[in-house]
Every structure is written in C-alpha cells, then in structure tokens.
C-alpha cells in the first residue's frame, strides 16, 4: 500500500525486522571529501557528489552552498523524509510539506577568536504541512518525528567527533 509516494508495507516490514533483530538496525554511512582550493571541495558519498563553497562574505566564491549551509539542508531533508515516512507508517495523506531552517552563527569562534563558539548557537525550524491530520495530529506527528530523527538528534546532542591524521 503506497501512501505518499511511500511503499507503507515495506516500511512497516522492515520496522518489524528491526525490532525481531536488533543487530540488522546498525549501518555505517561514509563520506569521502577532497579540496578543490580555496574554500572549495567536493565530498562523495555513495554514487553522489555534493560540493561545498563559503559565501563571498567568508572570503569564498559563493558558488555553492557553505557546509554550515548544508547542515541546515540535511536537517530539512531528514525532518522531510520523518513526516513523509511517519504519516505513511499512520495512514495520513499528505498534500504539501515546506520546512524553513534558520541558525545563528558567530564567526569569531570560526577564526579562533573568543567569545562564541565555532558552530550554531541556534537553529530554528518552521514545517509548513498540509495534510488530512488536523492541527492537534499534525502537532503530534511532528513531535514524533523530531524525536526520531537522526539529524535532529545529531545536532541536538553533540555527537562526538574523533579526528585524527591518516597515513
């Protein structure tokens, strides 16, 4: 049954594989990133190239979207892909979804300067959806699915990040 332009059956299925066999839930997801110069560079993942820029404001070519920028992106794409899947998953019909992102950033911690640190000091998020749920159930699908989402949570919780130097 497909609601959404989402096969429901097959989430469904796979949700029930994962709770009957927790070790198939853990994945690995990679990402290669090679500069290109200046502030440019060009990350690969999967069969997919996305590439990064600094504004000219940051003394790049504005040519593409900063990573800053791609952060505030990922986190629209992923609260999509939530609502898209959760509503399928509860049988709401959607008509349209617009998520608007937003964060603060003081770039004297991106120089090394004190007062601020070098990320977010906030971000903001408005979801504009339309669908068959009504104010209250579009309020309690969107509580769900920022509770389940991975880019949300990533960002809410500081995941810590190892960096060290290859060979």
């Not at 709770?19 to 990402?31: C, G, H, I, L, M």
């Not at 959760?86 to 770039?107: F, P, Q, S, Y």
Request: net charge negative; charged share 20%; aromatic share 4%.
């Amino acid at each position: 049954m497909e609601i959404n332009g989402v096969d429901a059956g097959a989430l469904m299925a796979g949700r029930e594989q994962v709770r009957k066999d927790p070790s198939q839930a853990q994945s690995v997801f990679r990402a290669t990133t090679v500069w290109d110069g200046g502030a440019r560079s060009t990350s690969r993942v999967r069969n997919f190239t996305l590439e990064a820029d600094e504004s000219a404001a940051l003394f790049g070519t504005d040519r593409v979207p900063s990573p800053v920028e791609q952060v505030l992106a990922a986190l629209g794409a992923c609260l999509t892909v939530g609502i898209s899947y959760m509503a399928a998953l509860e049988g709401i019909r959607i008509d349209a979804i617009e998520i608007e992102t937003e964060g603060n950033l003081d770039v004297r911690g991106f120089f090394g300067l004190k007062g601020a640190p070098p990320g977010y000091q906030q971000v903001r998020v408005t979801v504009h959806l339309r669908c068959d749920a009504g104010r209250r159930g579009m309020q309690a699908l969107l509580d769900r699915v920022v509770a389940t989402s991975p880019v949300t949570d990533i960002i809410a919780r500081g995941v810590p990040v190892s960096v060290q130097l290859g060979g």
